[in-house]
């Protein structure tokens, strides 16, 4: 596709129960990021590739919080035992450049996480 | 890590200029100064980025003052559909930036 796509765009969980996110960046694009939305906030910062590194997770805020991105390309967000501080917006954002550096961000729509 | 303040909330009218300022006091020498726009129920998307002086492009202009501390997002002639949430972010990096809450811009009738 043309921009990035995430999946599901929204998921509703039972407390406790483990959800998985799907970002697929723009093809080519080396850096992929993911943020935590909560309403009327900025996104916040939670993890980044380059390519299939992971270089930097210091913003998961728990080891429920756990990402990978294996091949490069397509990354998953998984959250394991859900609960309910964990409703947010989660975005994923691509770049055609390496992280060191400031070029544009292609985000996609989110996911929507609600945890009952 | 530089962070930034901008107003919470502005109004304007339909056509008129808008300017957004932001104030980032601790700006680094390496630091790019890039400005996003999101919609409801959407990711945010690029604006416009500058290190310097004036930069211009089909949706907007961006002023950045000698010092740097400061800068100006300025949206010509505005619409209803200008209606959203405008973030300021400074950083050499693009894992360096802080993402407030931005300036959440309603455009009126």
């Known amino acids: 596709g043309a921009g990035v796509s995430q999946s599901p765009r929204y998921k509703v969980a039972k407390r406790g129960q483990d959800v998985a996110l799907r970002c697929d960046p723009i093809?080519?694009?080396?850096?992929l990021f993911w943020y935590q939305q909560a309403l009327g906030q900025g996104p916040e910062f939670l993890t980044y590739?380059?390519?299939?590194?992971?270089?930097?997770k210091s913003g998961l805020p728990s080891d429920r919080f756990f990402a990978e991105r294996p091949e490069g390309s397509v990354s998953t967000l998984k959250i394991q035992r859900t609960q309910q501080e964990d409703s947010a917006v989660y975005l994923c954002?691509?770049?055609?450049?390496?992280?060191?550096?400031?070029?544009?961000?292609?985000f996609g729509e989110g996911s929507r996480l609600t945890v009952l | 890590l530089a962070k930034t303040t901008q107003p919470i909330s502005m109004d304007s009218y339909e056509g008129q200029e808008v300017n957004i300022t932001c104030s980032h006091n601790?700006?680094?020498?390496?630091?790019?100064i890039t400005w996003y726009q999101q919609f409801p129920s959407q990711g945010p998307r690029f604006i416009i980025q500058?290190?310097?002086?004036?930069v211009t492009n089909e949706v907007a202009s961006l002023f950045i003052p000698a010092d740097r501390k400061s800068s100006t997002l300025s949206l010509p002639r505005v619409s209803l559909s200008d209606t959203a949430v405008y973030y300021c972010?400074?950083?050499?990096?693009?894992?360096?930036?802080?993402w407030g809450a931005g300036t959440k811009l309603i455009i009126k009738p």
């Open positions: 590739f380059q390519n299939e590194a992971q270089l930097d």
């Open positions: 500058g290190y310097k002086t004036k």
């Open positions: 954002a691509s770049s055609l450049v390496g992280s060191a550096n400031t070029g544009e961000l292609f």
């Open positions: 601790n700006i680094a020498t390496n630091d790019y």
């Open positions: 972010l400074v950083g050499g990096s693009n894992y360096q930036l802080i």
């Open positions: 093809s080519g694009h080396v850096s």
